[in-house]
């Protein structure tokens, strides 16, 4: 097939569009595809027109778009993925660069990515690559990543905290000064100190007899450093440092950290223990806030009832003690000109660990949640998902979630008969070189169906301009051209994100 030129690129317009079959040069009336908000559209060279329908490649295909269905401006994407039980999230920003949040644990994230990505065939540079907190389910498909000789990150951002073996250091996160409370102290916030950390030996074997950093998150850290994955820094980012570099608050789109909550203890930087190992790193997640134009969404990694209490109390100067309804009310509006949001992924996989009082802090029009199915925690747990309910904004308050979004894969019937296909050659093919070619092929599409579609099933996609928001998933069976479900979030008479059925 000879190279395609193009004159330009337009995307999609709001909430969608669609394409419309290319009959040998003109415009044909069969509708082949829905294009959603913000979809890129490439204008094919040379640039044909019939009427008010230009010649277009989009989603793999030619076809013709009207061309009031076409903008110039690229909007902010936000794809929450299906990685199972666990989180992770693409961003893709208006001017182009792209953020990893989460990678979940196994190979969902880099399968889509794989295939979003041409199979990075070329070199492909990710602006960051973020692990919200140290525990598996947002951090292990990095690993994946780790191996691809074409992908980079210019920087990997983290929350601080590297977990030790037990028995070699006195806490789980090395060092720390015990008051009241007990505060880790032993911070990593550069390359360097993650470098330094992985190379140094301990002064004692532990029983099992390896060295001080052998956890699954120093080792992925590892992994990345000797394959030169991190072409920039190692970054510790908290709520000292006020927005995500690159993304401060006079750009369009600015990128707020509200979490974790770093406090000076004898002079040193802390983070404070919020009860254990696991409440620690999930209360310490990183917690962003996209604020573009006039639209806001939340990212909480996984937050639990004391961590949110504490970021409410320190974000405010408030207590949380009140005396009366009155007093509640005046806190939540107060704590709403910080944490509000139009959208947000549910803390913690849908889990029980939340208040209340933070879910009308948020006051959320649409609440993503991920979880997986074969997990033992029942996520997302039912007074979860009556609580966001009763909390949420307006009276018709959007829950979306990964899991449920998900149930097959996609096209299984076209691979099954392109197999079918294959084996009819197989058969009457004599040539030894042609049959160890076809099974090859019938090998490689049978690996194909053993894989779970993440690239339509269970991704939640997010398109907005700042003025307007769609949040839509993939039908289990596209009707015609129908294929999206769809949900519009506009804004009303005083400015303010509603859902619009």
Same mark, same amino acid.
């Given at each position: 097939?000879?190279?395609?030129?193009?004159?330009?690129?337009?995307?999609?317009?709001?909430?969608?569009?669609?394409?419309?079959?290319? @009959?040998?040069?003109?415009?044909?009336?069969?509708?082949?595809?829905?294009? *959603?908000?913000?979809?890129?559209?490439?204008?094919?060279?040379?640039?044909?027109? @019939?009427?008010?329908? !230009?010649?277009?490649?989009?989603?793999?295909?030619?076809?013709?778009?009207?061309?009031?269905?076409?903008?110039?401006?690229?909007?902010?994407? *936000?794809?929450?993925?299906?990685?199972?039980?666990?989180?992770?999230?693409?961003?893709?920003?208006?001017?182009?660069?792209? *953020?990893?949040?989460?990678?979940?644990?196994?190979?969902?994230?880099?399968?889509?990515?794989? &295939?979003?990505?041409?199979?990075?065939?070329?070199? &492909?540079?990710?602006?960051?690559?973020?692990?919200?907190?140290?525990?598996?389910?947002?951090?292990?498909?990095?690993?994946?990543?780790?191996?691809?000789?074409?992908?980079?990150?210019?920087?990997?951002?983290?929350?601080?905290?590297?977990?030790?073996?037990?028995?070699?250091?006195?806490?789980?996160?090395?060092?720390?000064? +015990?008051? @009241?409370?007990?505060?880790?102290?032993?911070?990593?916030?550069?390359?360097? %100190?993650?470098?330094?950390?992985?190379?140094?030996?301990?002064?004692?074997?532990?029983?099992?007899?390896?060295?001080?950093?052998?956890?699954?998150?120093?080792?992925?850290?590892?992994?990345?450093?000797?394959?030169? %994955?991190?072409?920039?820094?190692?970054?510790?980012?908290?709520?000292?440092?006020?927005?995500?570099?690159?993304?401060?608050?006079?750009?369009?789109?600015?990128?707020? #950290?509200?979490?974790?909550?770093?406090?000076?203890?004898?002079? %040193?930087?802390?983070?404070?223990?919020?009860?254990?190992?696991?409440?620690? +790193?999930?209360?310490?997640?990183?917690?962003? %806030?996209?604020?573009?134009?006039?639209?806001? #969404?939340?990212?909480?990694?996984?937050?639990?009832?004391?961590?949110?209490?504490?970021?409410?109390?320190?974000?405010?100067?408030?207590?949380?003690?009140?005396?009366?309804?009155?007093?509640?009310?005046?806190? #939540?509006?107060?704590?709403?000109?910080?944490?509000?949001?139009?959208?947000?992924?549910?803390?913690?996989?849908?889990?029980?660990?939340?208040?209340?009082?933070? $879910?009308?802090? $948020?006051?959320?029009?649409?609440?993503?949640?991920?979880?997986?199915?074969?997990?033992?925690?029942?996520?997302?747990?039912? @007074?979860?998902?009556?609580?966001?309910?009763?909390?949420?904004?307006?009276?018709?308050?959007? !829950?979306?979630?990964?899991?449920?979004?998900?149930?097959?894969?996609?096209?299984?019937?076209?691979?099954?008969?392109?197999?079918?296909?294959?084996?009819?050659?197989?058969?009457?093919?004599?040539?030894?070189?042609?049959?160890? +070619?076809?099974?090859?092929?019938?090998?490689?599409?049978?690996?194909?169906?053993?894989?779970?579609?993440?690239?339509?099933?269970?991704? *939640?996609?997010?398109?907005?301009?700042?003025?307007?928001?769609?949040?839509?998933?993939?039908?289990?069976?596209?009707?015609?051209?129908?294929?999206?479900?769809?949900?519009?979030?506009? +804004?009303?008479?005083?400015?303010?994100?509603?859902?619009?059925?």
């Amino acid at each position: 097939m000879p190279q395609l030129e193009y004159t330009g690129f337009k995307y999609a317009n709001y909430p969608f569009a669609h394409l419309y079959k290319d @009959d040998n040069g003109s415009k044909g009336d069969k509708k082949i595809h829905q294009i *959603i908000f913000g979809d890129w559209v490439g204008i094919l060279k040379p640039k044909k027109t @019939d009427g008010d329908y !230009i010649l277009v490649r989009v989603r793999g295909e030619n076809g013709w778009m009207h061309k009031d269905a076409l903008l110039d401006e690229r909007v902010l994407e *936000i794809v929450f993925l299906d990685v199972g039980q666990g989180d992770g999230a693409l961003i893709v920003t208006p001017d182009d660069e792209h *953020i990893i949040v989460d990678a979940g644990f196994g190979d969902n994230m880099w399968r889509y990515l794989k &295939w979003r990505y041409s199979e990075f065939k070329t070199e &492909w540079t990710f602006k960051y690559a973020i692990a919200s907190h140290p525990d598996q389910d947002h951090y292990g498909g990095y690993h994946y990543l780790a191996g691809e000789p074409n992908v980079f990150f210019k920087d990997f951002v983290h929350n601080g905290l590297l977990e030790y073996q037990e028995n070699i250091k006195p806490s789980y996160f090395g060092d720390s000064i +015990k008051t @009241d409370r007990t505060y880790y102290t032993e911070l990593f916030d550069s390359k360097q %100190k993650v470098t330094d950390y992985l190379a140094h030996e301990p002064h004692w074997k532990h029983p099992s007899g390896n060295a001080q950093w052998d956890k699954d998150y120093a080792k992925l850290l590892k992994r990345m450093l000797d394959n030169n %994955k991190i072409i920039g820094d190692i970054k510790m980012v908290s709520e000292a440092d006020q927005y995500l570099e690159g993304f401060e608050v006079h750009k369009p789109l600015n990128i707020q #950290i509200l979490g974790p909550i770093i406090e000076t203890i004898n002079g %040193k930087q802390a983070l404070r223990s919020l009860g254990g190992k696991g409440k620690t +790193k999930n209360g310490h997640s990183i917690v962003f %806030k996209l604020n573009y134009k006039d639209i806001n #969404i939340l990212l909480g990694g996984d937050l639990n009832i004391k961590a949110e209490e504490f970021l409410l109390k320190k974000h405010t100067g408030q207590t949380l003690d009140f005396n009366s309804g009155t007093e509640e009310n005046e806190f #939540i509006e107060n704590a709403r000109k910080i944490f509000e949001a139009d959208v947000s992924k549910a803390c913690h996989h849908g889990s029980a660990d939340f208040t209340s009082l933070f $879910l009308k802090c $948020l006051n959320s029009v649409a609440t993503v949640i991920s979880s997986g199915d074969e997990e033992q925690h029942s996520h997302p747990r039912p @007074d979860t998902l009556g609580a966001i309910g009763v909390n949420g904004r307006g009276e018709r308050p959007l !829950i979306f979630s990964t899991e449920l979004a998900r149930s097959h894969r996609e096209n299984e019937n076209k691979v099954l008969k392109e197999i079918k296909e294959l084996e009819i050659r197989l058969a009457t093919t004599t040539s030894p070189t042609k049959k160890l +070619k076809l099974i090859d092929q019938i090998q490689e599409k049978n690996d194909k169906l053993k894989e779970r579609n993440v690239t339509v099933y269970g991704s *939640i996609n997010l398109r907005t301009d700042g003025e307007r928001c769609i949040i839509a998933q993939k039908l289990e069976k596209g009707g015609g051209s129908k294929v999206w479900d769809i949900y519009k979030l506009e +804004k009303n008479n005083n400015g303010r994100f509603k859902y619009v059925p």
